[in-house]
């Protein structure tokens, strides 16, 4: 027998002398490999075993074309492999609750009325992350053929009241920076997002390492996306009182990077600190960073350059927002003047 080892190859012998070797992976398929280690026929079989597919999670112990066994399929494929943690983290926990209603039953035979009925019984904002996700897996059904057309297609949901997350208001930035003073945690942090426009999950792993010049490059974790960011004066001004030794800007009194939940209850703690309300989110400074460039009229395609949004719709309501505001102070303007001429 030979002394070769090779990762994820388990031998033993049998009773008469003989050597067996099996490919051995944690969540792969276990395949005989013939032959000794090291041989031509071998290594073939060793290389087509390493690059298999993974076996979904859960899908030997699913009835085939069931909810639960589409479920299964989906976890291990590369579409959901592929997207950003929290994304993963979000539809996972959406999935897992509808297999547990409705795992047993078959896929293919799970009407458009059905799905619609389950989402309108829901508030706005869960029932789209449950249509996101749901969609997600039928598209994934369609793939493998388990499905031939999609039964979400054209379910409209409720649309959401208001405006949805909190934007900052000028005030309240202010208000924010007259308790938090540069060189503390907070207000590195707060002008992280005001001055970047970047998601939390995006904030809390920025370092000196990604600075280039006047740019700080990153790539989103939610859309993959790369950007260049200009530095603005004031967020320079803050980081430079950074040190230099540090791997990333906002960090716990331990030095260690924040976990998105501890950053999202520790600057809440500090939007307390300052008077605001529960209001004031993080992610609401990204949304300031938009009202500002609208302000300034920027285009949508420039606002977009620098928040990246992947969609220009979100984008729009702040420029449409401001040019109502613009329009609105020119008639005010205009109508001022006419009835001073007529006085």
């Known amino acids: 027998m030979s002394s070769i080892r090779i990762r994820f190859v388990q031998a033993w012998v049998d009773r008469e002398g003989r050597a067996h070797h099996y490919f051995r992976r944690r969540g792969f398929e276990r395949v005989p490999l013939p032959g000794l280690p090291g041989s031509p026929e071998f290594m073939r079989a060793y290389e087509a075993a390493l690059g298999s597919t993974p076996v979904p999670i859960g899908a030997a112990r699913s009835k085939p074309g069931s909810v639960a066994a589409a479920i299964a399929s989906y976890f291990g494929s590369a579409a959901f492999r592929h997207l950003a943690p929290t994304t993963q983290q979000v539809r996972r926990a959406v999935l897992e609750a509808f297999k547990r209603e409705h ?56 649309p959401i009241k208001g405006d949805g997350i909190h934007t900052w208001t000028e005030t309240e930035i202010s208000r924010f920076e007259s308790v938090h003073q540069i060189g503390s945690r907070e207000r590195l942090a707060f002008a992280l997002g005001l001055h970047t426009g970047q998601r939390r999950g995006d904030v809390i792993r920025m370092g000196r390492q990604h600075i280039r010049g006047d740019l700080l490059h990153v ?125």
């Not at 309108?120 to 793939?143: F, G, Y």
């Not at 493998?144 to 409720?158: F, H, V």
């Not at 703690?269 to 004031?280: I, Q, V």
């Not at 938009?290 to 719709?313: D, F, K």
Request: hydrophobic fraction near 45%; proline fraction near 4%; charge should be positive.
């Open 103 to 158: 795992g047993d039953k078959m896929i293919r035979a799970m009407p458009r009325k059905f799905i619609a009925a389950l989402l309108d019984a829901m508030e706005p904002t869960a029932a789209r992350n449950w249509r996101n996700a749901i969609r997600a897996l039928v598209r994934h059904c369609i793939k493998i053929e388990l499905l031939d057309d999609d039964p979400t297609a054209g379910i409209k949901l409720q």
């Open 219 to 343: 790539t989103q974790q939610k859309t993959g996306k790369a950007l260049a960011i200009p530095l603005h004066p004031e967020l320079q001004a803050i980081l430079d009182t950074v040190p230099a030794t540090q791997m990333t800007f906002v960090q716990t009194l331990r030095g260690k990077p924040y976990q998105p939940k501890a950053f999202t209850q520790w600057f809440a703690e500090a939007c307390d600190k300052a008077g605001l309300s529960s209001a004031c989110t993080f992610h609401g400074l990204r949304k300031a960073f938009c009202r500002r460039r609208a302000e300034a009229e920027c285009t949508v395609h420039e606002i977009a350059a620098g928040s990246g949004h992947g969609s220009l719709r979100e984008v729009e309501r702040y420029t449409k927002a401001a040019d109502q505001l613009k329009l609105a102070r020119a008639a005010m303007a205009r109508t001022m003047a006419a009835q001073k001429g007529v006085a």
